[in-house]
């Protein structure tokens, strides 16, 4: 397989997790869509990225997308619960998750738009989605160690991406002091070599 890929991309880092997870192999193409060399609009018409290529040539693109593809390799361990419905609510987990990194990639790209064209009530706007979507992951974690279930699943691992790149875009949004339960969790996951490993540049 091979996953196109932007370092700094959490869409990107999530499905980078969910393979060293699996202790899936992979080959890691550095590609991003801002690029003028950038081959991804040749594989994903939407040019975006992560992009994963099966050794069949099969293009999958989309970070859910590629999570469920993942998951038909019954590679070990699996990351979504069998049970339809803990299903559903493991991937609105992952759904809130990527919408926060959503609202946060939106903030950033307005926030380096020149001043005199920039749109401070966008960017506003987004930060309150992204203040939202803390206080829904906090009161969907609780007290438990994961957010649905008993183990690491992608919901989890998605919040993980989200929490980790507010800390690499927005340093001033301080959620370890208002959202104690991700704080927690945030320190737990984090921690996992699998977030180590694929911790991305700084700048």
């Keep these: 397989m091979k ?3 932007s370092l700094t991309s959490p869409y990107a880092r999530k499905v980078r997790i969910l393979l060293a997870e699996k202790s899936l192999s992979f080959e890691l193409v550095v590609d991003s869509p801002w690029e003028s060399s950038t081959q991804v609009p040749e594989i994903n018409p939407l040019g975006k990225v992560p992009v994963l290529v099966t050794d069949e040539g099969e293009a999958f693109f989309d970070s859910p997308v590629i999570a469920g593809y993942l998951e038909t390799l019954n590679a070990t361990p699996h990351l979504l619960p069998l049970d339809p419905l803990e299903r559903v609510r493991v991937r609105q987990t992952e759904a809130l998750a990527d919408g926060l990194c959503d609202a946060a990639v939106s903030a950033l790209l307005e926030s380096r738009r020149p001043e005199n064209v920039r749109n401070d009530t966008d960017i506003a706007r987004q930060r309150s989605k992204i203040e939202r979507a803390l206080t829904a992951l906090e009161q969907r974690l609780g007290n438990k160690p994961w957010f649905n279930g008993a183990q690491l699943q992608l919901g989890d691992i998605a919040a993980g991406c989200a929490l980790a790149y507010l800390d690499l875009r927005f ?18 996951i984090h921690a996992r070599q699998s977030f180590i490993d694929t911790t991305p540049p700084a700048g």
Excluded at 172 to 179: E, N, P, Q, V, Y
Aim: hydrophobic share 60%.
């Design 3 to 5: 996953l196109l890929a």
């Design 171 to 188: 340093a001033d949004i301080d959620w370890r002091s208002a959202h104690p339960a991700l704080a927690a969790f945030g320190a737990r």
